[in-house]
């Protein structure tokens, strides 16, 4: 593993890796005209009987919840180098990264209004502020809080689970009820239209944004711990680390992960909120294992390149998910699906990489980094 001027090269490529990937789970909330149910199997019960929902379910169960818990964690390795940083020029903390979260909350957001509304963006500036006041306090107030944090997000799940089993045995009909507003809307509607319905539902549509707060707390304090393990380091500390999350995140993860595929959507919520984390850390120790072996590798440098832009990927991949399957622009959403799905998802991750290569000869950053940059200038000024 790579250090150059205190970047460590792997957390970049994770960084490219997981933001990317989120979009093979927002591809098909665009594709489906914002149906969510199209993200689990409540109402979609025998994905075997169409090569596209297996696709469909095949794909989910690779990104759905893991790349965004990978990004998660990943927020609290950021964050924790904020903190070091911090502690070496003899700041003070939170200080200026409370201003700076709350420029994350603003772009979120911008984000939530313009383009979509299952933006992440909000949540982590919240988040963000919250971890920032538990970590001055030290470690032992990082363990409690993760633990106080992990144990309640673990009690909510599980009495969803036991109440969607008990609803199932009981033979009720669970469903994410009548989605067909919302697909009229993005596939008829105008884009102001869409804005005006993000804002007139904005509590309703930001549910999931607080839902996550308290799973989000833990897996930010999670990539501070790993951060301090020294869980990324190119030495043999690092490697023993990366080599149990390999171990342990695939081994644990793909089996409780796979429970996607039972019919019914018992599982949906465990598994996207849950047990999706538990194999993001086996993707750690997998990219790790990789970049190990194939340091040349072509791909790692361009998601490395992705990584340092990652948040104008992140809003540019929507921009473009919006724009190609909504109606106000190509108007694909509902006409393909499965491989059709796929394939654009890979295109626009080809366009992402090529774009974010091309910018990065020209510039040091990406153009909304070098936006937030100029912000936080202006507030220290």
């Not at 949540?123 to 030290?138: E, L, N, Q």
């Not at 697909?183 to 839902?211: C, D, M, P, T």
């Not at 999670?222 to 951060?227: A, E």
């Not at 992705?306 to 540019?316: E, F, W």
Request: positive net charge; contains cysteine; charged residues 15%.
């Amino acid at each position: 593993m790579e250090v150059t001027r205190k970047r460590i090269r792997l957390l970049d490529i994770l960084r490219g890796f997981a933001v990317l990937g989120t979009l093979g789970t927002n591809i098909w909330i665009f594709a489906y005209l914002g149906d969510l149910s199209y993200l689990f199997t409540v109402d979609h019960n025998e994905w075997w009987a169409s090569f596209d929902d297996f696709i469909r379910l095949f794909i989910l169960f690779l990104a759905n919840g893991k790349l965004l818990g990978l990004l998660t964690i990943m927020f609290g390795v950021g964050l924790e180098m904020k903190y070091q940083q911090s502690l070496r020029r003899k700041t003070a903390w939170p200080g200026i990264y409370l201003w700076t979260s709350l420029i994350l909350c603003i772009e979120g957001l911008i984000h939530f209004i313009l383009v979509m509304e299952y933006d992440i963006l909000m949540s982590y500036g919240v988040t963000a502020m919250i971890v920032a006041f538990i970590v001055k306090r030290g470690d032992r107030a990082i363990k409690r809080a993760m633990i106080g944090m992990g144990s309640f997000h673990v009690i909510m799940i599980v009495l969803i689970l036991v109440s969607t089993i008990s609803a199932n045995l009981q033979g009720a009909n669970i469903s994410f009820g009548n989605m067909e507003e919302a697909v009229q809307l993005y596939k008829e509607g105008s884009w102001l239209a869409q804005v005006q319905y993000r804002i007139n539902h904005f509590i309703w549509l930001r549910g999931e944004a607080i839902f996550t707060i308290p799973m989000n707390i833990f897996l930010f304090l999670l990539g501070v711990t790993l951060m301090r393990k020294g869980a990324f380091s190119p030495d043999q500390i690092g490697r023993v680390w990366r080599s149990r999350m390999l171990k342990w995140g695939l081994v644990v993860g793909v089996p409780l992960n796979l429970l996607i595929f039972v019919p019914g959507g018992a599982f949906d919520f465990p598994v996207r909120y849950l047990f999706a984390p538990v194999l993001s850390l086996g993707y750690v120790g997998l990219i790790a294992w990789l970049v190990e072996r194939h340091q040349s590798f072509w791909l790692w440098h361009r998601l490395e390149q992705a990584g340092k832009m990652s948040l104008t990927c992140y809003v540019l991949q929507n921009i473009l998910g919006t724009t190609i399957f909504y109606g106000w622009g190509v108007g694909l959403g509902g006409k393909v699906e499965g491989f059709g799905v796929v394939l654009i998802w890979f295109l626009i991750v080809m366009f992402q990489l090529t774009f974010a290569s091309l910018w990065l000869k020209k510039f040091s950053f990406g153009p909304m980094e070098i936006a937030r940059k100029y912000a936080v200038r202006l507030i220290k000024v």
